[in-house]
């Protein structure tokens, strides 16, 4: 059965860091590009950052560019991100996402969600 | 403001059928494949089309997925309460060198 489970996620301060991070299971995790999208409170989903199978390409929205690092570890089975200078419009429900088979940006698996709170 | 565009909610009776827009450009929709998710908040996203027009297993055929262009169009037939969910396309964007969600629409049954 393919899980994915986020964990990290609690109250920060403005400025402050948090790292993300989200075990993957029952599937071959190095062969999957793997997403991390969020939902802000009253609002809709938004893509934050996305990383190929390898690690070798990563892709991020302008919102987080220079402040959030997204990576894995193959060998754990584990996705990470790493949020830098937060700010208040960082606070959401951060999901990690699995790409599917055919790899056109589609997610065929999503956790449940870790909650970040930037406040001060 | 979303790159692509949903309007923000559609209502129908039971048993009816809706139609979600979806509208972008050349730079996502129409060079990309769109995706589908069925989200209640607090819960986990579930994909309800891939590649414009596929349906994973498990998912009724109640709900197709069409693109035309730069628009793409999920529709629902037989409507029921438990489709009462926000509904969001998403896409890649080739210009942006990012993935794009549209702003979501909230689906009513009467």
């Known amino acids: 059965e393919v899980q994915v489970l986020e964990s990290g996620g609690g109250l920060v301060q403005p400025g402050g860091s948090l790292r993300l991070s989200c075990a993957a299971s029952?599937?071959?995790?190095?062969?999957?590009?793997m997403s991390w999208v969020r939902q802000a409170p009253g609002m809709g989903l938004e893509w934050v950052s996305g990383l190929s199978g390898s690690g070798g390409a990563t892709y991020y929205a302008d919102s987080v560019k220079g402040r959030f690092t997204i990576s894995r570890d193959n060998s754990k089975n584990t996705l990470y991100l790493q949020m830098n200078n937060l700010r208040a419009e960082d606070t959401a429900v951060y999901y990690c996402a699995k790409e599917g088979p055919t790899r056109h940006f589609d997610f065929d698996y999503w956790g449940q969600g870790a909650l970040v709170s930037v406040s001060s | 403001q979303s790159v692509l565009t949903q309007p923000p909610s559609v209502s129908a009776a039971p048993g009816q059928k809706v139609t979600i827009s979806c509208s972008g450009s050349?730079?996502?929709?129409?060079?990309?494949?769109v995706s589908w998710y069925q989200h209640l908040p607090g819960t986990a996203p579930r994909l309800l089309i891939y590649?414009?027009?596929k349906r994973p297993s498990g998912i009724p055929d109640r709900f197709s997925g069409s693109k035309s262009a730069t628009s793409a169009t999920l529709g629902i037939t037989g409507l029921q309460t438990g489709d009462e969910a926000d509904y969001y396309c998403a896409t890649w964007d080739s210009s942006l060198s990012a993935g794009v969600f549209g702003g979501g629409t909230q689906v009513t049954v009467l």
């Open positions: 050349s730079s996502n929709i129409g060079n990309n494949y």
């Open positions: 029952g599937f071959t995790f190095s062969s999957c590009a």
């Open positions: 590649d414009n027009n």
